[in-house]
Each structure stands twice: as structure tokens, then as C-alpha cells.
């Protein structure tokens, strides 16, 4: 059974989905204990301004003796000033423990999703596009930073600060303030439904941000491809219509927001200065102060202020939901290749790993009606070298791809040193295998680090004989810098053949009992595949050796030689026992060196 993409599966419709924070946020609970202290202070310092306004009008400017009047106004203003200093200082220190906070759970999250997708089979990236996970790292981390960083901060301070201002003004004025309480609950249902609605825009507008990338890392990864069909404008106009589609999905959302921001604050200042107007009544009738109606006015906009940034926070907590819920859907993928409970520990082999496929079919998950393998055992001795040939599709790579556990057969057994290999720690087991596939990966950096990349331990003088083996050296020495010279993103400033003897010195640097070539020379010019089939010949002794090939002269030297065809295996032996026999390898090797 396939897994789904993290666009495909089902979507929650809560903003809950910000729970899925919480593992994130926990190891950080002193710290974030320090910024509740801090914004409480700020909001009790807010809370404290309209009190002493109030004293300041009451007291400072009510006396009638002059000399009186100075010294009140005096402490109250210092009071007031008093009063700034908490909030200025609680303010400050919450807002660095808070973006310290955000800062950090950011890095967190995204050392985590980073981390999973490495862990995933290839069945994932059969289904989701890097442009999606890439833009999961950067675009939706950003949103989640923002709430966490800052908005969830300025939330709970004015959740505070409104509550207290409520309280404060149900208290000094219950019966106006209870009339208004009861009519701002009929700003909340609304509220409610906008909410929604800019959340599944939100969500909607993060999804084509991620087409967009993905059509953007597809492209840039194929550009001589592009540029030799002259297809600039035809992917810049595909990427155009991705864009669009993604700027009119956010069109819509910010109008919802805007729609949202517009009624919380008319509907909220309406109430508001509804009860402000029964405050001047009340003043009027002589049933208040006049510095009671000052902190009353204080304390309403305090109120109001609150609720009009809440209103924004909220627009920004939905769009956060919907980054969170997308990282956490990536999170909750489990590759379905996965180390076992209990591994077993089996001896590294001196002469080379024994491998053994035991009446194996597997299909691959994206063509469940197609077997990939049918039903194939084969035995390789420890020391042999084995070539797999045959015809395109005959699943000669599929068997690689099982002896790494890529992927799990759907019956039989696979063992390596007679252990089966779903018994063996996942990184146990691929540390035994070496690889040289047919298109050699070659990372942005050195040509020295991308051979040590084969063991990361490896002094230099370890690096240059691996170089030497594979015959890379000369060229290297020749390249500007050396061996410390950049080879660009996927090693553009070099040939096929160069990245190939990279990769080769690679593997051989990581000495592995299981060697696997996957046409290891079919990028090499004669010369140098003569040089480079030397260097193999060397590597492949004492250790156990696959070789896939298409061109049956660089095989005809292997200890045996297995035939696949559709999935199966039809003949195997050396290459003049194949071509005595007269069948699928005679053909091939009829048609390849009559040419």
C-alpha cells in the first residue's frame, strides 16, 4: 500500500492543530516560565497606568492650595513614571526571552522535519516533490516563528491587559459595562465564521506557494535540459500561472482577514463608546469623577486597543495553523522501511560479504500490478564478483535498491552474512554496502571533502590514495585550487567521466565488503575506462562485488554473469558458458560485439 503525500492526506479543521507545537516548546519551559513573568508585569504595569492617572486628576489637580497642589502633582507623576519604568523594562526583557523562544523552536522544528525526510524511503519522494518539503522548511517554519516568536506574545499580553481592563470597568461601572459585555458576545459568532474562512484560504495559499517552488527546484535542476529544447519561456510562463494562482488564493485570504479586522474593530469601538458615552452621562449626573471618567477612558481604550490587536493575532494564529498542521502531517509520515527493535550484530567479513535472495518478488509501490522481481534467488560468494545483466527493466537496479532496504520485498528473504537483513540496524547495514551509481552525485563543495564524504573520518592522505586508486587524481591536481577547489552545486564545473572517478574514489575510501557498481564507467572515455577498470579490478579484491552493465565487455571477466528478464532470473554462468547456451545473453552479446 502507497503512502499518500502530505497533500493528500486529511486535513484537521480546528486550530488546535497549533498543539502539535507543544513537544517543541517544552524542553524550553524555564524560559518560557521567565517570559510569562515579564508579560505579566507588563500587563499589571499597563493595568496600574489608569490608576494613576486617576489619582493624578483626583488628587494633583482637585487641591486648591497652590504649594499642595505642586508637591501632589510631584509624587503622582513620579508615580507615573514609576509606573512606565516596570513597563518599559518588564516589556524588554519578555520580548528577548520570547523571540529567544521563537528563534529556537524555529531552528528545532526544522532540524527535526529536515531530519525525518532523510529518514524516508524512496516511496515518499515518489509522491512529494522537494519543492514541497523545501518550501514546508522555509515558508511554513517562518509562519510558525512569527506566531511563536511574537504574536502569541502580543496575544497573551492583550489578553491579559483586556481582561483586567474588563474587570476594571465591570467593576467601577457594572451596569454599563454588563450591557456592553453582554452585546460584544454577539461579536464573537461572527468572529468565529471569518476565522474559518481565513484559515482554509491560509492553508490553500501555503499549498500553491509550494507548487511554485516545486515547479521552481524542478526546473532549476534540469536547466541544460530546458535550455537545449529552448523552453525558458514555456517554464517561466508555467511557473507565471503557478504564482498567479498563488497570489489569488492570497488575494482572497487577505480580503477575508481584512473583512475580519474591519468588523472586530468598527463592532468593538461601537460597544465601547457606547459605554464611554454612559461614563460622560454619569459624570454629568455627578454619579463619578472626573478622574474616574479618566481612567473609565483609559481603561476603555485599553480594552479596545486589546481587542483590535487580538483580532490581528488571530488572523496570524490561523495562517500559523495551517503551516503547523502541514508540518506536523510531514512529521507523522513513517517510512516503511524501518530498523528493527533489536538488531542482530554480525562480525564485519574479512573476504567479503556471502549475499543470498531467497524466492524474492517485490513490486514497486507507485506499479503494484507489475512485479519488479518475480519470485528470484540467487546466491553471490563471499569474494565473487557477479555482473547482472539484461535488458532495460529486467530489474537489475531493483535488486540494488532491495539490498539497501530502499524498499522491502513483498515475500522472501534477503540475508547478508547470513543474517536477513530486516534483522540488521538500517545504518549497520548500508555502512557494509558501498554504492557507485551510474549518475554519480557530486555535492557543492571540494572535490576533497565530497571523497570523504565516503568516511568522514578520513585524513587527507587517505583521501588522495582513494584519489589515486580511482585514477582522479591527476585531474584533480590539475583543477585551481586542487583538491580544495568548490566543484559546484552537483558538480557542473565537471565531466561525466570526472564525477564518475570522484564517485569511485568514494566508494573506495569507504572500503566496504559489499561493493555495488551501477555502470560505475559508463561515463568514461576509453582511455579512461581502461584506467578506471584497473582501479575496480584492485578495489574489488578481497570484498564481494554486484556489477549492473549494459555493455557485456566490461563484465566478461566476472566470476558469473545472472541474466534477468522481466523480473526473473533466465540464465547464469561465465560469459562463455552464456554464450555456448545460445539464449537471452547470446543474443545480447551477438548484437553488441558484431557492432
Do not use: C
Not at 499549498?207 to 521552481?216: E, H, L, N
Not at 522501511?337 to 549475499?355: D, E
Request: proline residues 5%.
Amino acid at each position: 500500500m502507497s503512502t499518500p503525500s502530505p497533500a493528500d492526506r486529511p486535513r484537521a479543521t480546528t486550530p488546535t492543530s497549533l498543539s502539535g507545537l507543544l513537544p517543541f516548546l517544552r524542553p524550553y519551559r524555564w524560559q518560557i516560565a521567565g517570559a510569562l513573568l515579564f508579560l505579566t508585569l507588563a500587563a499589571v504595569a499597563t493595568l496600574l497606568f489608569p490608576l494613576a492617572l486617576r489619582q493624578l486628576i483626583d488628587g494633583g489637580l482637585v487641591s486648591a492650595d497652590r504649594g499642595d497642589q505642586t508637591m501632589a502633582l510631584r509624587g503622582h507623576f513620579l508615580q507615573l513614571f514609576g509606573v512606565a519604568v516596570l513597563l518599559g523594562l518588564s516589556s524588554a526583557v519578555r520580548f528577548y526571552f520570547v523571540s529567544w523562544i521563537g528563534e529556537r523552536v524555529t531552528a528545532d522544528l526544522r532540524n527535526a522535519v529536515y531530519s525525518h525526510v532523510l529518514r524516508q524511503s524512496p516511496q515518499f519522494f515518489e509522491t512529494t516533490q522537494t519543492g514541497e518539503v523545501l518550501s514546508r522548511l522555509t515558508t511554513d517554519t517562518t509562519l510558525v516563528q512569527t506566531v511563536v516568536g511574537s504574536s502569541m506574545s502580543m496575544g497573551l499580553r492583550n489578553a491579559v491587559t483586556g481582561i483586567g481592563a474588563l474587570g476594571m470597568l465591570i467593576w467601577t461601572n457594572p451596569y454599563v459595562m454588563t450591557q456592553v459585555l453582554l452585546i460584544l458576545l454577539l461579536v464573537v459568532a461572527p468572529s468565529m465564521w471569518f476565522g474559518r474562512r481565513v484559515r482554509k484560504l491560509s492553508r490553500a495559499s501555503q499549498d500553491r506557494v509550494a507548487d511554485s517552488s516545486a515547479i521552481a527546484a524542478e526546473v532549476l535542476n534540469a536547466i541544460p535540459v530546458v535550455q537545449s529544447y529552448a523552453a525558458e519561456d514555456r517554464e517561466a510562463q508555467r511557473f507565471s500561472a503557478s504564482t498567479d494562482s498563488a497570489f489569488l488564493t492570497a488575494v482572497r485570504r487577505s480580503k477575508a482577514r481584512a473583512a475580519l479586522i474591519a468588523f472586530i474593530i468598527i463592532s468593538t469601538a461601537a460597544l465601547l463608546l457606547w459605554g464611554l458615552y454612559q461614563g460622560t452621562q454619569a459624570v454629568i449626573a455627578g454619579q463619578i469623577s472626573a478622574g474616574h471618567l479618566g481612567q473609565t477612558v483609559v481603561y476603555i481604550i485599553i480594552l479596545a486597543g486589546a481587542v483590535a490587536v487580538l483580532g490581528e493575532v488571530y488572523g496570524d494564529l490561523l495562517r500559523a495553523a495551517g503551516a503547523s498542521e502541514r508540518l506536523m502531517e510531514l512529521l507523522a509520515l513513517r517510512s516503511p522501511v524501518q530498523s528493527p527493535a533489536q538488531p542482530v550484530s554480525v562480525p564485519w567479513p574479512q573476504g567479503g560479504s556471502a549475499v543470498r535472495f531467497d524466492s524474492i518478488t517485490f513490486h514497486y509501490p507507485s506499479r503494484p500490478d507489475q512485479a519488479a522481481l518475480s519470485d528470484l534467488t540467487l546466491d553471490v560468494a563471499p569474494g565473487q564478483t557477479v555482473a547482472l545483466v539484461g535488458p532495460s527493466g529486467a530489474g537489475k537496479t531493483t535488486v540494488f535498491g532491495l539490498l539497501l532496504r530502499w524498499y522491502d520485498p513483498a515475500s522472501g528473504t534477503i540475508t547478508l552474512d547470513g543474517a536477513p537483513i530486516h534483522h540488521l540496524d538500517l545504518q549497520a547495514l548500508r555502512e557494509r554496502i558501498g554504492i557507485v551509481p551510474q549518475d554519480p552525485v557530486i555535492f557543492s563543495s571540494s572535490a576533497m571533502e565530497n571523497i570523504r564524504y565516503g568516511k568522514p573520518g578520513a585524513s587527507d592522505e587517505e583521501v588522495l590514495a582513494a584519489a589515486k586508486a580511482a585514477f582522479a587524481d591527476e585531474f584533480i591536481a590539475r583543477l585551481p585550487e586542487g583538491y580544495y577547489t568548490f566543484l559546484g552545486e552537483r558538480g557542473v564545473r565537471l565531466s561525466g567521466g570526472q564525477r564518475q572517478r570522484i564517485a569511485i574514489a568514494r566508494a573506495m575510501l569507504k572500503n566496504p565488503p559489499l561493493l555495488l557498481l551501477d555502470e560505475a564507467t559508463s561515463a568514461l572515455d576509453a582511455q579512461s575506462e581502461r584506467m578506471v577498470q584497473a582501479a575496480l579490478e584492485s578495489a574489488m579484491k578481497d570484498r564481494t562485488t554486484l556489477v549492473i552493465a549494459h555493455r557485456l565487455a566490461t563484465v566478461q571477466q566476472a566470476d558469473r554473469i545472472l541474466v534477468l528478464d522481466h523480473g526473473r532470473l533466465v540464465e547464469q554462468g561465465t560469459h562463455a558458458e552464456l554464450v555456448a547456451l545460445g539464449g537471452v545473453y547470446a543474443r545480447l552479446a551477438a548484437l553488441q560485439f558484431s557492432s
